[in-house]
């Protein structure tokens, strides 16, 4: 099977030139559900990303950056771009980790990987989105928006942690 043997986002560096800060990363727990499989008993290709999603939300609400947070400032943040590489299956009734990962980006987007591993750690997809924030007319933010600037900042000072 092919898979990537490279990271979806390349490190970047913050706005002073040092490194970028570290990653941050939220785990969710999910088991494949009836609905979400085919005949052969494998979740079908195109559920993934709600299993994404599923971490993705989960980040949200441990780091503060809701989908509400984001409504609540007047923006809009779709998938723009999406990539998923699978690697194993993954069946029904199957328990399996979901990691999400935030990426550093100087630019005015969100890069999130994921990792989907099966309880004993085999690591069945991995896959990763980007998303773009747009206002409540559609028009495309060319820098950061206020709210998520003041996220970033707090990421880049080090103060950022799930639950605070």
């Not at 499989?37 to 980040?59: K, L, M, Q, T």
């Not at 750690?121 to 924030?133: A, I, M, N, P």
Request: charged share 20%.
């Amino acid at each position: 099977m092919l898979t990537r043997n490279y990271p979806y986002f390349k490190p970047e560096t913050a706005a002073n030139g040092d490194p970028a800060p570290p990653p941050l990363s939220w785990t969710v727990e999910r088991t494949a559900r009836f609905e979400e499989v085919d005949a052969i008993n494998v979740v079908w290709h195109g559920r993934y990303p709600s299993y994404f999603e599923d971490a993705r939300v989960g980040f949200g609400q441990a780091y503060g950056c809701t989908y509400y947070d984001f409504r609540d400032a007047g923006l809009v943040v779709p998938v723009k771009q999406m990539g998923i590489d699978y690697r194993g299956p993954l069946r029904f009734g199957q328990q399996c980790r979901i990691t999400a990962t935030l990426h550093w980006s100087a630019g005015a987007r969100i890069n999130f990987s994921y990792r989907i591993k099966a309880m004993d750690g085999e690591v069945l997809t991995t896959g990763y989105t980007v998303q773009v924030f747009l206002d409540a007319e559609g028009k495309v933010f060319m820098f950061k928006p206020e709210f998520f600037a003041a996220f970033c900042a707090r990421w880049e000072a080090g103060t950022l942690k799930p639950g605070a």
